[in-house]
C-alpha cells in the first residue's frame, strides 16, 4: 500500500511540475468599461472625431508566470451604427459611408504575430497581421501596439492610420458637398481583454 501512495505522490508532483514549466492559454472577451477606440479625421471647415459605443471581441493568449509568450488567436468588432459623433447629421454620413444597412459591423482578425518584444516587466511592443474589414472590403493590414499584461488582463493600444479609399468608402460629404471630409482617418484605440 506504502508503494502504491509513493507513487501515485510521486506520479502527482510529476504531472504539477511538468505542468508547471508550460504557459497556459488565457481565454479572455472585450471588456468593454476598459476600452475606448475613436475614430479622428479631418474636413476642410474642422477636424471631427467619432467614439465607438458598442465593441465585442475574444481573445487567446499564451501566457506563462504573466509574461506573454504569444497572442494565439485575437477578434474585434465594432457596431457600425454605434460610431456616434454626437452630431445626428455627421452619424448620417457616416452611416451612409459605411453602408451600415448591409454591414452592421466593422471586424478585424489577428492572421499573424510578426514579433513580440517585452520592454518593461508587464509591457510589449507588438507586431502582427491581421484581417479588417470594413464595409464589406477586407484588407490584410500590418499593425504595431502596445500590450500591458496585468494579472488576468491584457490590454492592447495603438493608432492605426487608415485610408478610406482602400476600403472603397468615399469620403463624406455635408452641405451639398461644401463639406468635404479627408480622404484618411487615425483610429486610436485602446481594448482591454479579460
Known amino acids: 500500500m506504502d508503494t502504491y501512495k509513493t507513487l501515485r505522490n510521486l506520479l502527482f508532483l510529476g504531472i504539477v511540475l511538468f505542468i508547471s514549466n508550460f504557459g497556459f492559454s488565457q481565454d479572455s472577451k472585450v471588456n468593454m468599461a476598459e476600452s475606448k477606440l475613436v475614430v479622428y479625421g479631418t474636413s476642410n471647415l474642422h477636424d471631427w472625431d467619432i467614439v465607438a459605443k458598442a ?18 488567436s ?3 468588432s ?8 454626437g452630431r445626428s447629421g455627421m ?12 454591414y452592421k459591423t466593422i471586424n478585424y482578425k489577428l492572421t499573424k504575430v510578426l514579433k513580440i518584444i517585452k520592454t518593461t516587466a508587464n509591457t510589449y511592443s507588438v507586431e ?7 464595409a ?10 502596445i500590450v500591458v499584461v496585468n494579472g488576468k488582463k491584457v490590454s492592447f493600444s495603438g493608432k492605426t492610420k487608415i485610408t478610406m479609399a482602400q476600403f472603397n468608402i468615399t469620403p463624406p460629404t455635408a ?11 487615425s483610429v486610436d484605440f485602446k481594448v482591454t481583454y479579460n
Do not use: H, R, W, Y
Not at 91 to 102: I, R, W, Y
Not at 128 to 134: E, F, R, S, V
Open 55 to 72: 465593441m465585442a471581441g475574444k481573445a487567446s493568449f499564451d501566457l506563462d508566470n504573466n509574461t506573454l509568450q504569444n497572442i494565439i
Open 136 to 145: 464589406g472590403t477586407t484588407k490584410n493590414i500590418t499593425q504595431n501596439f
Open 78 to 85: 465594432v457596431e457600425s451604427e454605434q460610431l456616434l459623433s
Open 91 to 102: 452619424d448620417e454620413n457616416t452611416f451612409k459611408a459605411l453602408n451600415t444597412k448591409k
Open 128 to 134: 502582427a497581421q491581421g484581417d479588417l474589414m470594413i
Open 74 to 76: 485575437l477578434d474585434f
Open 175 to 185: 452641405l451639398f458637398g461644401t463639406i468635404k471630409t479627408g480622404p484618411d482617418v
